[in-house]
């Protein structure tokens, strides 16, 4: 049995990854999965959420570079460890000034403020009081992808909002794979009541457009980064329940499945044990699609308002709060995010229909 299990996951996995798009979609998901854990290293403005607010440079173009001057903030700003910094970043520890020149004159440094293009404002600060705790005072940054209307670097937005899009979809996929197999089981494995209960539930929700399932169930459970993951799993379990159902009703009948009844063996081991290990192939397939969905409803719901809240990042958010850029002069703000959400659900479709056509033993016969 064990020889039988090892050669079915061998040439599994020799099939998958003879699938040139399944390869690119699992690679493309790996990238993101790690750009996603070490975000706040990896992103240029690694303050929580990405929140770095510098309104004079709102609105501007990828490449766009600034010198700024660091000033110490009033408040002393917690350090944090390694681990919560992996988790939500760390405050910064200076303001940015945005500065077109500057230069030091006795005790004194003083600048051109920028205000906006063409305009500067002359101001003078104490060298003894910026250097109150040893830094560079004056640093230069390059926005490679530019900044939002609120002078936020929009790359380090695209990097952070890379969390919100793959936990929306890991725990929607989780939520949905939990009611949809567990229904699923019950409902082809003993028929009758159950699964005319289950199937009379199944047909209410499957009548219901999923947005709209989708909206009552976030204004009942409120606005919200983890309501969105609730509200998105409980709108993708009836395709799962469906597919495990019918695939049920022909494992039931098999002699293996009579034996182990003759056996003595009661339900819930022939279901665990017997049962769900041959039904988890079509899951694999609907899990990779339930994934994409549920990045797509994600974004669809920050865009309309009801999903994550300002300020944490979310590519829906950036579009809705950029797509005014689109018709001006930096339609790239509203592009990007758009590009984003548009290359990870192509990975996940992508490796869906590998995992697919690897399942499909029967197509290779």
């Known amino acids: 049995m064990q020889g039988e299990s090892y050669s079915f996951w061998y040439s599994f996995r020799k099939r998958l990854f003879k699938n040139r798009g399944a390869v690119f979609g699992l690679f493309i998901i790996l990238i993101a999965c790690t750009i996603g854990i070490l975000a706040y290293f990896i992103a240029p403005d690694h303050s929580p959420n990405a929140n770095r607010i510098i309104l004079e440079i709102g609105g501007k173009k990828p490449g766009f570079t600034m010198e700024f001057l660091l000033l110490p903030k009033e408040k002393k700003v917690k350090q944090s460890g390694f681990f919560e910094r992996l988790m939500s970043g760390q405050e910064d520890n200076f303001m940015y000034l945005p500065i077109q020149s500057w230069q030091i004159i006795q005790d004194s440094i003083v600048v051109n403020k920028y205000v906006d293009d063409g305009i500067t404002e002359r101001q003078a ?34 990097i952070i909002g890379i969390r919100v899009s793959l936990a929306v979809g890991l725990i929607a996929v989780i939520i949905s794979l939990t009611i949809g197999i567990t229904l699923g089981l019950v409902s082809g494995y003993f028929g009758g009541t159950a699964d005319k209960v ?8 499957w009548s219901i ?9 976030t204004l009942a459970l409120g606005k919200g980064f983890w309501q969105v993951f609730i509200a998105v799993g409980l709108t993708l379990w009836v395709n799962v329940a469906r597919v495990i159902r019918t695939q049920v009703f022909s494992i039931r009948e098999l002699q293996y499945i009579e034996a182990a009844k003759a056996l003595g063996y009661n339900h819930f081991r022939i279901i665990i044990r017997h049962i769900l290990p041959n039904v988890l192939g079509p899951v694999m397939v609907i899990a990779a699609s339930n994934f994409a969905s549920a990045i797509v409803i994600e974004a669809g719901l920050s865009f309309l308002g009801i999903g994550v809240q300002p300020p944490q990042p979310s590519w829906g958010l950036m579009i ?3 797509y005014n850029f689109i018709i001006t002069h930096n339609p790239l703000l509203a592009i990007a995010p758009g590009i984003c959400i548009m290359i990870l659900v192509l990975a996940f479709n992508l490796l869906g229909n590998g995992l697919r056509d690897a399942l499909d033993v029967r197509g290779k016969l």
């Open 209 to 217: 457009p999923t947005l709209l399932l989708v909206f009552a169930i």
């Open 320 to 322: 809705k709060e950029n």
């Open 198 to 205: 289950i199937m009379w539930l199944i047909n209410i929700v």
């Open 125 to 158: 600060y104490l060298v003894s009081n910026i250097q109150s705790v040893p830094h560079e005072m004056v640093v230069k940054k390059t926005f490679w992808s530019g900044t939002d209307k609120f002078g936020r670097d929009i790359l380090s937005r695209l």
